[in-house]
């Protein structure tokens, strides 16, 4: 078993393979947390989805998610050649919007994608080499962050920025409650630039406690 952890997201190899599909699938979907990644490396067939029927070829490439009814065919006498790599999620609920970006999208198919890393995979996966693990392991989370980029809206960068800004906003309430034995909620709310009231909602978010139980904490007191 191959595991392997992307953007905190806890991820499990279930299947890689690839070659000839020599026989048509008929309609099916994929269970909770299940993600497939249909990379087109020759050939021709159809992929059939709910929102259409897609014709394949080399350089096609689409992710069928949970729950997403799909069938493919291929062309008895030019097959579809491709490399698949079949994931499941773990429980883990994503804390960022690029890791979110991924697992909310269903579906997805472009007709020009790059298959070079993942016939990488495919080969190690083969071959077991020493350490192979870690070699698909790695490849697996440079592949979907390069999936990931695909499909970045146009506000990306706005949200990205918020989060970092929360990021920052956590190191200096790390350091003032450890340095500052009289912080203040007021004092600590215009360090970080919010209102007592979000303050308070961010420390319940990272912490689970109040500023009150935060202090208390601190102090050793319960």
Request: aromatic share 12%.
């Amino acid at each position: 078993m191959i595991e392997f952890v992307w953007n905190q997201i806890r991820f499990t190899v279930a299947d890689v393979g690839g070659g000839a599909l020599l026989y048509n699938i008929s309609r099916h979907s994929h269970s909770k947390n299940s993600y497939e990644l249909h990379f087109i490396t020759g050939g021709k067939g159809t992929l059939e989805t709910d929102t259409g029927v897609y014709n394949l070829k080399s350089g096609d490439f689409f992710i069928t998610g949970p729950q997403v009814c799909h069938a493919q065919t291929t062309d008895l006498n030019d097959p579809v050649t491709d490399v698949f790599i079949y994931l499941q999620k773990g429980d883990e609920t994503p804390e960022n919007t690029f890791a979110s970006l991924f697992l909310d999208t269903g579906f997805w198919f472009s007709e020009a994608f790059d298959a070079a890393i993942a016939q990488t995979i495919l080969r190690e996966y083969r071959e077991k080499k020493p350490d192979y693990k870690s070699a698909v392991a790695g490849g697996l989370m440079q592949l979907l962050t390069q999936i990931t980029r695909c499909f970045l809206p146009p506000d990306f960068s706005e949200r990205a920025e918020a989060e970092t800004l929360n990021d920052k906003r956590f190191l200096l309430i790390e350091n003032s409650f450890l340095y500052e034995p009289d912080l203040t909620l007021k004092s600590l709310s215009e360090k970080i630039g919010l209102c007592t009231r979000q303050t308070e909602r961010l420390l319940m978010k990272y912490y689970g406690k109040t500023f009150r139980q935060k202090k208390q904490e601190r102090s050793g007191k319960t």
